[in-house]
């Protein structure tokens, strides 16, 4: 028989999200939240609730996708301890110092290269962090400005062009219709469909180059651009980087420098991507949306990582820059390099397991049920979706829960087929602010690994951006709702009040911390 937690669902996620802004303790914080969801669980019974903890963290280890990604997670430490060891990194550095001379050139091409990269936001993540991280460390920009711009790329990008997620989106949606009764609109036309209504990752990767190109940072952003401008340190004293190359590895091998060391590796591990990608989803008569909905992209990313490493060794031994002893060595080290990460992310999904064994999903989608108008359902979508990403830390899952949810509302309210699949784009908006949000969510962490970058300051330093594009995203909404006003009005519309915005904020916040503009 199925528990009716009530609210008590919300409280190991509120646990371990107090937890992080109150200890800046990530791993602690995870652990001490699904504690409490075990306590809860075992009726207070702390032996059962110990037993309860270990049993759902096995389970997630166990999980053969979380697998996968642990050991893409691992595969990916020791590959940026070759290209790092080798003079990758350096040759980089190098080379960047000739085409980019300054700061904001470096932001603005971090932003251009998470907007080509669309492929899946892990690789993402991994590529835009290992090309730009050493990159930011001689231009002077801090950590936190890296992991927001991988974060605020990543996910966003990945919902608009061809990859896993348009895959996994389209399904979502074709299980909305279904659940719908509508047959004249296909799943794929429905994501067509949804597109102009997904307004928060529109406005989020836009946001990004606004507040690069104005510079007018604001909130704890503009308080660690100050420091690194004044001082020079790209992070915080006291920081904990969830990914620090140049103190766990030591200096690189100077003796051959060369940026194939750094390009061969990331390219392999994108094309044999591309190729796991097609391989694990490939099938007779089958479109290019079809095979990406029946792939399995954490094999598809495992191969690629495992890939990447085998290239840096290959280099390593071809060029005769390590011997076979020093390769070993390498990789290992940069196995280490990934153990705290994989802690955090084994504990993030072992909590979003709590959180379903708990059903808090849907009991926030029964608290916020009930009479109201179809004016307000988009608004009412997209705030639901923030809040159950925020409290598990999946985008994903939250779009499982909600597609199926909103499009039959809204067709059941509108008797209109394509204002229903637009909602798709409202769910997807509410799924992705959550998640970017949410100091438990995989990808979040993943911007904080592979930018380098403490994870609670890449939290902290993001939320205030998070917020200000999702509000003007809510209002669109509301907009939406009331007005009956298209996308095509709502885009720039927003886009114009996300110019204006941050220049009143930059005032406010220079105010509050001193700094002189």
Known sequence: MEVDYGILAIIPPLVAILLCFLTKRVLFSLIMGIFAGGLIIATGNPFAAFEYTLGSTVGSITDSWNANLLLFNLLMGAGVALIWSLGGSLALTNWAKKKIKNRNQASIGAWLLGIIVFINDYINAAIVGNVFRDIFDTEKVSKERLSYIVDST???????????????????????????????????????????????????????????????????????????????????????????????????????????????????????????????????????????????????????????????????????????????????????????????????????????????????????????PFSLVP??????????????????????????????????????????????????????????????????????????ADHMDHVATQIPYALTVASVAAVMFLLYGVAKITPAILIPLGLILLVFIPRVLHRISAKKYAIKV
């Not at 966003?156 to 509508?182: K, N, R």
């Open 379 to 452: 608004l009412i979508i997209f705030v639901l979706g923030c809040v159950i990403a925020f409290a598990t830390g999946t985008s994903w899952g939250t779009m499982t829960i909600m597609t199926p949810i909103a499009i039959p509302l809204a067709y059941s309210m509108t008797g209109d087929p394509i204002v229903a699949v637009m909602m798709s784009g409202v769910v997807f908006s509410g799924a992705i602010f959550g998640d970017h949000c949410s100091p438990i969510s995989d990808t979040t962490v993943l911007s904080s690994i592979f930018s380098g």
């Open 154 to 372: 990543a996910a966003p990008v990945a919902t608009f062009f061809i990859s896993d997620w348009i895959a996994f989106q389209i399904g979502m949606i074709q299980t909305g219709l279904d659940q719908a009764g509508i047959t004249e609109v296909s799943a794929f036309e429905g994501y067509l469909r949804g597109i102009p209504m997904n307004l928060y990752c529109i406005f989020a990767v836009v946001f990004v180059g606004i507040i690069i190109i104005s510079k007018k940072d604001f909130g704890p952003m503009l308080k660690a651009e100050h420091r690194v401008q004044t001082t020079g340190k790209t992070y915080r004293d006291g920081a904990n980087p969830m990914l620090d190359v140049a103190d766990e590895l030591g200096e690189a091998k100077p003796d051959k420098p060369m940026l194939l060391t750094f390009i061969l590796p990331l390219i392999t591990l994108i094309l044999v991507a591309l190729f796991g990608f097609w391989w694990t989803g490939k099938g007779p008569d089958k479109n290019l949306m079809a095979i990406l909905g029946d792939s399995d992209p954490a094999v598809a990313l495992l191969w690629g990582a495992a890939a990447m490493t085998i290239t840096g060794a290959a280099i390593a031994l071809i060029f005769r820059i390590m011997n076979v002893a020093e390769v070993m060595d390498t990789i290992i080290r940069g196995l280490k390099l990934m153990l705290l990460a994989c802690a955090i992310l084994v504990s993030a999904w072992t909590l979003g397991s709590v959180t379903g064994d708990m059903n808090l999903a849907a009991y926030l989608t029964k608290v916020v049920g009930g009479a109201i």
